[in-house]
């Protein structure tokens, strides 16, 4: 590693421009035989002379190691002292092997299972020659309208800090400088998913208490937690572009979070606050963006192309870039880059340490644990004997369920449903498949997908002869004792720039469900989505005796679902974000205030806070998950009802295993304060335990309550408690109703 010394000297020794460079992220296939127009856009349109593109610091979206290694030695060897590139991808939920996309992650209520997964992402990815994964995402999110939610850990900053800080811990080890560890990006900062509308990169308008209580926390953990980089985020803050926001990156991010990694912009975010109307001209944005402390510029010329005259003209320091570089070049020396600037990319290791068995069953596992089984009459699981199943509907036989982010993997690569099924189930099962219908008609084409059409090939015939694959999916499900329905969103309908007013089934996949539950009352619908859609007519509908939530279940996605569905393993999720009882109702999430006219308890009165026409009740909660067993926890009680300081009170329950078969519940702690000088959520997430249990067997579990646990962040970003009266729930969802009461004093 080279001291720090030795990077102040090299920085001393560089000139301005080159200096300057080092802040330019372009893309990697600038660089390579492919087109400059190649997906990412036409980079010469940014204005970049030729000499910036060839000393730029860093690249996005190359992700092979002989590309990599190739640039690596081109690009070093023109930049004036040699300074090797930092090379980053959106490995957001797997390199080669995919695992569960991150709100499913969030549903196992498994952090450990998460860093274990993140630590196999960055194993694969370190040897294709990254650098940099642009993950774990951070953002709170409380509306299903916002693609992006896919991506998140949902609506509880308890559960999604502690899912940020696995992710990063799984990426980065103790040290990112060690063979098979690479550098974390928490994004996107800040507030990103409080967008307006739930419609992509719109305003965002929080209180401040609501932004440090809520929406800060997983960004706090992910950094506390060690992450290398962090990204700026496209919306507003204070009606100020989060990316030239002096008070968000300087004082809320590097003082009161103590971040002092590298800053990069999002895709183009620096210029964009020309569109925001904050910035007069790219000029003005650079120097915006560098006084607000972004180190990177991600994708575009604003910084290559303004900031030396910025100097010059004496509008923003020198100093300000000499801080900015020598981040950059800190990461650098911490990856070990002037030492060894190939890191681990290796071709040979890449084909043999990708994909591997060991890599494939643990998203195996991850994918089983994040199913959250939401309505079971008793059907599941169907065990693997005799019987006649019809798996019917678009994902019955389809690779493409590793969702839109997961851009290094290959769907070719992801096992089907069809192909586990006809793996797993005895000889005297009898299966037969029909998509019925494809996932989206061709009416329904999205924007952006004309060019990954490829991936609906598979239901070139059902385009071509929609009635007859109808009919042959209702004489299917005529036939059969049991339809599976694999059904739900194309996994482009979630994921970036895929906002929706109407988030319920595609349409031409709802007439297939009405038509099939005419003719069969058996029907378990497994269920794709890369977000809580709203499903009541599903959930209502009488032949429908069972619906999993399976998310996009990533690489293993076929395997884990038929392993659940014969009962060889059992659905282990939990909803980590509400799915709500209609549209209207959105945003709806279980830690809001009480407001001053609380609907709870007045059902039967007017002028409460309620609708006229919906319940205020999603219609799966937060923690709610069903299994194969059944549990109930009784005889909750308090070690004390007077917590000091420096105390601890124990909240215990005993959770009892009332079914036929061995099961694992989520037992779960929430935590009420009462009263407080802001208002306060009717309940918090404060802890949670996955606790597997035999049939008839109980245990107790406990929680261990302190004062620290009981800190909120006020409209300064002060954590602190405050003495008064709390109340403690010990439940299986977060609609647990008993709960016992203790006082916080001084
Ligand atoms: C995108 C996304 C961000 C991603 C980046 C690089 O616009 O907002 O999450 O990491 O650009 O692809």
Redesign the pocket.
């Known amino acids: 590693m080279m001291t720090e010394e030795k990077l102040g000297k090299l920085l001393e020794d560089m000139s301005l421009q080159e200096k300057i460079d080092q802040m330019l992220q372009t893309a990697g296939s600038f660089y390579l035989s492919v087109s400059r127009e190649a997906l990412l856009g036409n980079i010469t349109a940014f204005g970049i002379p030729q000499a910036d593109m060839d000393e730029a610091g860093s690249i996005?979206g190359t992700d092979d190691a002989k590309s990599l290694i190739d640039i690596q030695k081109r690009q070093m060897a023109k930049q004036p002292h040699h300074i090797p590139m930092l090379f980053m991808m959106?490995v957001i939920h797997g390199m080669r092997t995919i695992f569960p996309m991150p709100l499913a992650q969030a549903a196992t209520f498994d952090p450990e299972l998460a860093e274990k997964c993140a630590s196999v992402s960055a194993g694969e990815a370190y040897v294709s020659g990254l650098h940099v994964a642009?993950s774990p995402m951070a953002d709170l999110v409380r509306d299903p309208r916002w693609g992006r939610v896919m991506e998140s850990f949902g609506e509880d900053p308890y559960l999604a800090s502690l899912m940020c800080a696995g992710v990063v811990r799984g990426f980065q080890g103790e040290d990112m400088g060690e063979s098979g560890k690479i550098c974390a990006c928490v994004?996107?900062f800040a507030g990103y998913g409080g967008a307006e509308g739930g419609r992509d990169y719109n305003t965002v308008q929080l209180s401040h208490p609501t932004l440090f209580d809520f929406y800060l926390r997983a960004y706090r953990a992910g950094i506390a937690a060690g992450a290398g980089m962090v990204?700026t985020s496209f919306n507003t803050i204070d009606d100020k572009p989060a990316t030239t926001n002096e008070w968000l990156m300087r004082h809320v991010l590097r003082e009161q979070m103590s971040f002092n990694g590298v800053l990069i912009s999002?895709?183009g975010a620096i210029k964009e606050t020309v569109a925001h109307g904050t910035s007069e001209d790219e000029k003005d944005a650079a120097r915006q963006a560098l006084t607000a402390g972004v180190d990177i510029d991600m994708m575009t010329g604003c910084y290559a192309a303004n900031l030396a005259e910025l100097v010059k003209e004496g509008k923003v320091s020198e100093k300000l870039i000499d801080e900015a570089v020598m981040r950059i070049l800190r990461l650098k020396n911490k990856l070990g880059l002037f030492e060894n600037p190939f890191r681990g990319a290796d071709p040979e290791k890449e084909a043999k340490l990708q994909l591997t068995p060991e890599n494939r069953a643990l998203a195996e596992k991850q994918a089983e644990e994040s199913f959250v089984l939401l309505k079971n009459n008793g059907i599941l699981p169907l065990g693997a004997g005799p019987q006649k199943i019809a798996f019917i509907g678009p994902y019955c036989d389809n690779r493409n369920m590793i969702s839109s982010w997961a851009v290094t993997g290959r769907a070719d690569d992801t096992v089907t449903i069809r192909e586990a099924a006809e793996k797993a189930f005895e000889k005297g099962a009898e299966l037969r498949f029909e998509y019925g219908v494809p996932t989206l008609g061709k009416d329904q084409n999205y924007k952006g997908f004309e060019e990954r059409n490829e991936a609906d090939r598979i239901f070139a015939d059902v385009e071509k002869n929609p009635q007859k694959h109808m009919d042959a999916a209702v004489k299917l499900a005529s036939w059969a004792d049991t339809v599976v329905l694999c059904i739900g969103e194309h996994y482009l309908q979630s994921g970036?720039a895929t906002s929706r007013t109407d988030i319920t089934l595609p349409k031409r996949q709802k007439e297939l469900l009405s038509r099939v539950t005419e003719v069969n009352k058996n029907v378990v619908v497994v269920l794709f989505s890369g977000r809580p859609l709203v499903i009541r007519d599903i959930a209502e509908n009488p032949a429908v005796q069972a619906i999993l939530e399976v998310w996009m279940p990533g690489t293993e996605g076929g395997s884990a679902i038929v392993n659940v569905l014969t009962g060889k393993a059992e659905p282990g999720g939990r909803v980590p974000m509400s799915f709500p009882y209609c549209i209207g109702q959105i945003p709806v999430y279980y830690n809001h205030f009480s407001t001053g006219r609380p609907a709870e308890g007045h059902e039967e009165e007017r002028f409460f806070s309620e609708y006229r026409d919906a319940p205020n009740d999603p219609l799966y909660e937060f923690g709610f998950g069903l299994t194969y067993s059944d549990f109930e926890v009784s005889e909750e009680k308090l070690s004390g009802t007077e917590l000091t300081e420096n105390g601890t009170i124990t909240a215990l329950a005993k959770v009892r295993n009332i079914g036929s078969r061995e099961g694992t519940a989520v037992v779960q702690l929430y935590i009420q304060d009462v009263v407080g000088s802001q208002a306060r959520p009717v309940k918090e997430l404060k802890g949670f335990r996955r606790v597997t249990l035999a049939p008839g067997e109980e245990k107790e579990i406990c929680f261990a309550v302190d004062e620290p646990m009981l800190r909120f962040y006020d409209g300064e970003g002060n954590f602190r408690s405050e003495a008064g009266e709390f109340r403690a729930f010990i439940g299986l969802s977060s609609r647990v109703k008993k709960s016992a009461a203790f006082r916080l004093i001084r």
């Open positions: 996005l959106d642009f994004k996107h990204m999002d895709f970036e």
